[in-house]
């Protein structure tokens, strides 16, 4: 079992910055990937970005250059520093683990935190 609690969601101007923060109830040094996605009212949940436990990223293209995934495993730790926010960044932002196993994937998630991104 996963544990994760996401913080630092709220409201942020057009072109301002958020930072947001996942805790991992265990080492995310053990879990193969750690990621943020999110999902608008109306839309489907779609993943923002990823890092592996060897610090590999990827990216959706929406947001590449502007978002930035990092992860400290020291501090079981998984961030996401979001700059030049648009308006279409505006959603419930979820912190995803990607466990892998001799039976399978199992995906473990967070409750989400909100970002608006308004004037």
């Known amino acids: 079992q996963v544990q994760l609690v996401e913080s630092g969601g709220g409201l942020v101007q057009p072109g301002g910055s958020l930072g947001l923060s996942c805790v991992s109830s265990?080492?995310?040094?053990?879990?193969?990937?750690m990621g943020w996605y999110r999902q608008a009212p109306g839309k489907e949940r779609e993943l923002v970005a990823a890092?592996?436990?060897?610090?590999?990223?990827n990216y959706a293209d929406s947001v590449k250059g502007r978002l930035t995934i990092s992860r400290d495993n020291a501090q079981n730790t998984v961030y996401l520093q979001m700059n030049s926010l648009k308006p279409e960044d505006t959603a419930v932002y979820y912190c995803?683990?990607?466990?892998?196993?001799?039976?399978?994937?199992?995906?473990?998630w967070g409750k989400g935190t909100l970002v608006t991104v308004s004037s």
């Open positions: 995803n683990a990607r466990v892998s196993s001799w039976s399978g994937v199992t995906n473990y």
């Open positions: 265990r080492s995310i040094s053990s879990i193969n990937t």
């Open positions: 890092i592996t436990s060897a610090g590999i990223t």
